[in-house]
Protein backbone atom coordinates (compact mmCIF):
# COMPACT_ATOMS: atom_id res chain seq x y z
CA UNK A 1 0.00 0.00 0.00
CA UNK A 2 1.57 3.64 -1.02
CA UNK A 3 0.75 5.80 1.73
CA UNK A 4 1.51 9.64 2.64
CA UNK A 5 2.27 10.77 -0.48
CA UNK A 6 3.58 14.24 -1.44
CA UNK A 7 3.37 15.72 -4.46
CA UNK A 8 6.53 18.10 -6.31
CA UNK A 9 7.66 19.55 -9.51
CA UNK A 10 10.18 21.03 -11.62
CA UNK A 11 8.69 22.80 -14.91
CA UNK A 12 10.62 24.10 -17.11
CA UNK A 13 9.60 27.25 -18.92
CA UNK A 14 10.36 29.53 -22.29
CA UNK A 15 11.09 33.31 -21.98
CA UNK A 16 9.20 35.28 -25.03
CA UNK A 17 10.37 38.28 -26.52
CA UNK A 18 8.79 40.26 -29.34
CA UNK A 19 6.90 36.59 -30.32
CA UNK A 20 10.12 35.18 -30.08
CA UNK A 21 11.41 32.68 -27.07
CA UNK A 22 14.62 34.03 -26.26
CA UNK A 23 17.41 32.56 -24.05
CA UNK A 24 17.42 32.84 -19.76
CA UNK A 25 20.62 32.39 -19.88
CA UNK A 26 22.57 34.98 -17.62
CA UNK A 27 18.84 36.46 -16.57
CA UNK A 28 17.95 34.02 -13.58
CA UNK A 29 20.78 32.05 -11.80
CA UNK A 30 21.12 28.99 -10.58
CA UNK A 31 22.14 25.46 -11.98
CA UNK A 32 21.15 21.53 -11.90
CA UNK A 33 24.15 21.12 -9.90
CA UNK A 34 23.28 24.16 -7.68
CA UNK A 35 19.40 25.36 -7.78
CA UNK A 36 19.44 29.35 -6.54
CA UNK A 37 17.03 29.36 -3.86
CA UNK A 38 14.22 32.19 -3.71
CA UNK A 39 12.90 31.17 -0.31
CA UNK A 40 14.08 28.85 2.90
CA UNK A 41 11.29 26.38 2.15
CA UNK A 42 12.13 24.54 -1.04
CA UNK A 43 11.50 26.84 -3.96
CA UNK A 44 14.22 27.47 -5.86
CA UNK A 45 15.43 28.70 -9.74
CA UNK A 46 17.75 27.58 -11.99
CA UNK A 47 19.03 28.12 -16.15
CA UNK A 48 18.11 24.21 -18.00
CA UNK A 49 19.62 25.29 -21.36
CA UNK A 50 18.25 28.44 -22.81
CA UNK A 51 14.88 27.30 -20.61
CA UNK A 52 14.17 28.73 -16.86
CA UNK A 53 13.16 25.98 -14.37
CA UNK A 54 12.53 25.75 -10.89
CA UNK A 55 11.44 23.88 -8.09
CA UNK A 56 8.74 23.54 -5.61
CA UNK A 57 8.84 21.57 -2.03
CA UNK A 58 6.86 18.67 -1.85
CA UNK A 59 2.90 19.09 -1.28
CA UNK A 60 0.54 16.81 0.43
CA UNK A 61 -2.26 19.37 0.06
CA UNK A 62 -4.09 20.29 -3.66
CA UNK A 63 -3.91 23.75 -2.61
CA UNK A 64 -0.61 23.98 -1.48
CA UNK A 65 0.56 22.28 -4.80
CA UNK A 66 -1.15 25.06 -6.76
CA UNK A 67 0.34 28.06 -4.43
CA UNK A 68 3.51 26.44 -4.77
CA UNK A 69 3.64 26.54 -8.28
CA UNK A 70 1.99 30.19 -8.80
CA UNK A 71 4.32 31.33 -6.43
CA UNK A 72 7.43 30.71 -8.26
CA UNK A 73 5.56 31.50 -11.26
CA UNK A 74 5.12 34.96 -10.64
CA UNK A 75 8.91 35.22 -9.04
CA UNK A 76 9.75 33.94 -12.88
CA UNK A 77 7.22 36.57 -14.52
CA UNK A 78 8.87 39.45 -12.52
CA UNK A 79 12.48 38.51 -14.04
CA UNK A 80 11.08 38.23 -17.44
CA UNK A 81 8.72 41.67 -16.96
CA UNK A 82 12.24 43.31 -16.09
CA UNK A 83 13.53 42.68 -19.60
CA UNK A 84 10.48 43.20 -21.48
CA UNK A 85 9.93 39.47 -21.60
CA UNK A 86 6.92 37.20 -20.19
CA UNK A 87 6.62 33.60 -19.50
CA UNK A 88 5.84 31.24 -22.46
CA UNK A 89 3.81 27.68 -21.72
CA UNK A 90 4.49 26.21 -25.08
CA UNK A 91 5.99 22.54 -24.68
CA UNK A 92 8.50 23.19 -27.76
CA UNK A 93 9.86 25.58 -29.85
CA UNK A 94 12.62 26.16 -32.68
CA UNK A 95 14.96 28.89 -31.04
CA UNK A 96 16.77 31.15 -33.14
CA UNK A 97 20.74 29.62 -33.49
CA UNK A 98 21.84 33.34 -32.34
CA UNK A 99 20.71 32.05 -28.40
CA UNK A 100 22.12 28.47 -28.67
CA UNK A 101 25.94 29.35 -29.60
CA UNK A 102 26.81 28.72 -26.04
CA UNK A 103 28.30 25.70 -23.62
CA UNK A 104 24.81 26.17 -21.78
CA UNK A 105 22.75 26.32 -24.72
CA UNK A 106 24.37 23.09 -26.36
CA UNK A 107 24.33 21.12 -23.15
CA UNK A 108 21.11 18.69 -22.04
CA UNK A 109 20.50 16.74 -18.71
CA UNK A 110 23.43 14.98 -17.84
CA UNK A 111 21.77 12.35 -16.03
CA UNK A 112 19.70 9.64 -17.88
CA UNK A 113 15.90 8.96 -18.00
CA UNK A 114 14.55 5.44 -17.96
CA UNK A 115 11.64 3.82 -19.59
CA UNK A 116 8.76 1.82 -17.87
CA UNK A 117 8.22 -0.07 -21.10
CA UNK A 118 11.64 -1.08 -22.36
CA UNK A 119 13.58 -1.56 -19.09
CA UNK A 120 16.36 0.64 -20.28
CA UNK A 121 17.36 4.45 -20.30
CA UNK A 122 16.23 6.47 -23.18
CA UNK A 123 18.04 7.47 -25.96
CA UNK A 124 19.70 11.53 -25.24
CA UNK A 125 18.64 14.10 -28.01
CA UNK A 126 20.60 15.74 -30.45
CA UNK A 127 21.66 19.12 -28.79
CA UNK A 128 22.66 20.69 -31.82
CA UNK A 129 19.20 20.95 -32.95
CA UNK A 130 17.26 23.82 -32.80
CA UNK A 131 14.34 22.22 -31.40
CA UNK A 132 14.03 22.98 -27.36
CA UNK A 133 11.03 21.22 -25.35
CA UNK A 134 9.71 21.94 -21.69
CA UNK A 135 9.32 19.34 -19.29
CA UNK A 136 6.37 19.33 -16.70
CA UNK A 137 8.18 16.77 -14.50
CA UNK A 138 5.98 15.57 -11.21
CA UNK A 139 7.75 14.14 -8.75
CA UNK A 140 6.03 11.55 -6.02
CA UNK A 141 7.02 10.78 -2.52
CA UNK A 142 5.57 8.03 -0.48
CA UNK A 143 6.41 5.83 2.86
CA UNK A 144 9.56 3.12 1.90
CA UNK A 145 9.70 3.53 -1.97
CA UNK A 146 10.39 0.53 -3.84
CA UNK A 147 11.79 -0.34 -7.29
CA UNK A 148 8.34 -2.35 -8.00
CA UNK A 149 5.59 -0.16 -6.67
CA UNK A 150 7.63 2.96 -8.34
CA UNK A 151 7.42 1.38 -11.54
CA UNK A 152 3.43 0.12 -10.84
CA UNK A 153 2.76 4.57 -10.42
CA UNK A 154 4.74 5.36 -13.58
CA UNK A 155 2.79 2.84 -15.29
CA UNK A 156 -0.30 4.36 -13.98
CA UNK A 157 0.93 7.55 -14.04
CA UNK A 158 0.46 6.99 -18.11
CA UNK A 159 -2.69 6.00 -17.85
CA UNK A 160 -3.75 9.22 -15.83
CA UNK A 161 -1.93 12.06 -16.84
CA UNK A 162 -0.48 10.68 -19.77
CA UNK A 163 -3.23 9.80 -21.93
CA UNK A 164 -5.94 12.41 -21.20
CA UNK A 165 -2.92 14.96 -21.48
CA UNK A 166 -3.15 14.09 -25.17
CA UNK A 167 -6.10 15.99 -24.99
CA UNK A 168 -4.85 18.87 -23.32
CA UNK A 169 -1.43 19.26 -25.15
CA UNK A 170 -1.77 19.73 -28.84
CA UNK A 171 1.93 19.93 -28.82
CA UNK A 172 3.33 17.20 -31.13
CA UNK A 173 7.02 17.89 -31.51
CA UNK A 174 8.60 16.87 -28.32
CA UNK A 175 8.39 13.35 -27.89
CA UNK A 176 10.98 13.30 -30.84
CA UNK A 177 13.09 14.62 -28.16
CA UNK A 178 11.84 13.88 -24.54
CA UNK A 179 8.72 12.49 -22.82
CA UNK A 180 7.98 9.36 -24.34
CA UNK A 181 5.71 7.22 -22.76
CA UNK A 182 6.83 5.75 -19.03
CA UNK A 183 9.72 8.34 -18.94
CA UNK A 184 10.87 8.30 -15.54
CA UNK A 185 14.19 8.31 -12.95
CA UNK A 186 13.77 6.90 -9.39
CA UNK A 187 14.43 9.09 -6.35
CA UNK A 188 15.42 8.43 -2.94
CA UNK A 189 11.64 10.11 -2.02
CA UNK A 190 9.94 7.98 -4.89
CA UNK A 191 9.84 9.12 -8.30
CA UNK A 192 10.20 11.49 -11.09
CA UNK A 193 7.45 11.44 -14.12
CA UNK A 194 8.97 13.26 -16.96
CA UNK A 195 6.24 12.27 -19.86
CA UNK A 196 4.34 15.72 -19.26
CA UNK A 197 5.54 18.87 -20.72
CA UNK A 198 4.73 21.80 -19.12
CA UNK A 199 1.33 22.76 -20.18
CA UNK A 200 -0.52 21.47 -17.25
CA UNK A 201 1.42 24.78 -15.18
CA UNK A 202 -0.31 27.55 -17.22
CA UNK A 203 -3.26 27.83 -15.08
CA UNK A 204 -4.21 26.77 -11.30
CA UNK A 205 -7.45 24.48 -12.48
CA UNK A 206 -4.08 22.68 -14.49
CA UNK A 207 -2.13 22.79 -11.80
CA UNK A 208 -5.22 21.19 -9.86
CA UNK A 209 -6.08 18.54 -12.71
CA UNK A 210 -2.17 17.52 -12.84
CA UNK A 211 -2.47 17.15 -8.38
CA UNK A 212 -5.82 15.36 -9.01
CA UNK A 213 -4.45 12.63 -11.42
CA UNK A 214 -1.65 11.69 -9.38
CA UNK A 215 -4.30 10.51 -6.74
CA UNK A 216 -6.09 8.95 -9.12
CA UNK A 217 -2.65 7.11 -10.40
CA UNK A 218 -2.49 6.00 -6.88
CA UNK A 219 -5.67 4.86 -6.43
CA UNK A 220 -5.17 2.58 -9.28
CA UNK A 221 -2.22 1.44 -7.83
CA UNK A 222 -3.72 0.41 -3.97
CA UNK A 223 -6.62 -0.69 -5.74
CA UNK A 224 -5.26 -3.55 -7.71
CA UNK A 225 -6.41 -1.71 -10.63
CA UNK A 226 -3.78 -1.11 -12.22
CA UNK A 227 -2.80 -5.12 -12.45
CA UNK A 228 -5.82 -5.95 -14.59
CA UNK A 229 -4.81 -2.95 -16.96
CA UNK A 230 -1.17 -4.67 -18.02
CA UNK A 231 -2.70 -6.26 -20.52
CA UNK A 232 -3.35 -2.89 -22.22
CA UNK A 233 0.51 -1.64 -21.47
CA UNK A 234 1.96 -1.76 -25.35
CA UNK A 235 -1.05 -0.09 -26.81
CA UNK A 236 -1.02 2.58 -24.03
CA UNK A 237 2.90 3.01 -24.99
CA UNK A 238 2.23 3.51 -28.42
CA UNK A 239 -0.82 5.73 -28.26
CA UNK A 240 1.15 7.91 -25.83
CA UNK A 241 4.16 8.14 -28.40
CA UNK A 242 2.67 8.55 -31.24
CA UNK A 243 0.56 11.25 -30.10
CA UNK A 244 -2.90 9.10 -30.92
CA UNK A 245 -5.45 11.63 -29.21
CA UNK A 246 -8.34 9.08 -30.19
CA UNK A 247 -7.05 5.50 -29.67
CA UNK A 248 -6.58 7.54 -26.08
CA UNK A 249 -9.76 8.45 -25.85
CA UNK A 250 -10.91 4.94 -26.37
CA UNK A 251 -8.35 3.94 -23.66
CA UNK A 252 -9.91 5.95 -21.26
CA UNK A 253 -13.07 4.74 -21.68
CA UNK A 254 -12.11 1.25 -21.29
CA UNK A 255 -10.20 1.89 -18.81
CA UNK A 256 -13.22 3.01 -16.80
CA UNK A 257 -15.41 -0.24 -17.53
CA UNK A 258 -12.41 -1.88 -15.90
CA UNK A 259 -12.67 0.07 -12.84
CA UNK A 260 -16.71 -0.08 -12.84
CA UNK A 261 -16.70 -3.77 -13.13
CA UNK A 262 -14.20 -4.03 -10.15
CA UNK A 263 -16.06 -1.65 -7.99
CA UNK A 264 -12.70 -0.46 -6.34
CA UNK A 265 -12.67 3.29 -7.57
CA UNK A 266 -15.22 5.96 -7.09
Not at 52 to 61: L, Q, R, V, Y
Not at 245 to 264: F, G, W
Request: hydrophobic share 35%.
Amino acid sequence: MIKDVTIGADPELFFEKDGEIISVEGLIGGTKKEPRPITDDGHSVQEDNIMAEFNIPPSNTRQDFIDHIEFVKGYLSLIANKNDAKLNFSASANIDRKYLKTKQALEFGCEPDFNFYSKRSNEKPNSRSTLRTCGGHIHIGYDNPTQKQSEMIIFAMDIALGLPSLELDLDDERRSMYGKAGSFRFKEFGIEYRTLSTFWTASEELIGWAYDKVQYAIKLVNSGVIEKVKPYSKLIEKTINTNDRVMAQKLIEQIEKIQITNLTIA
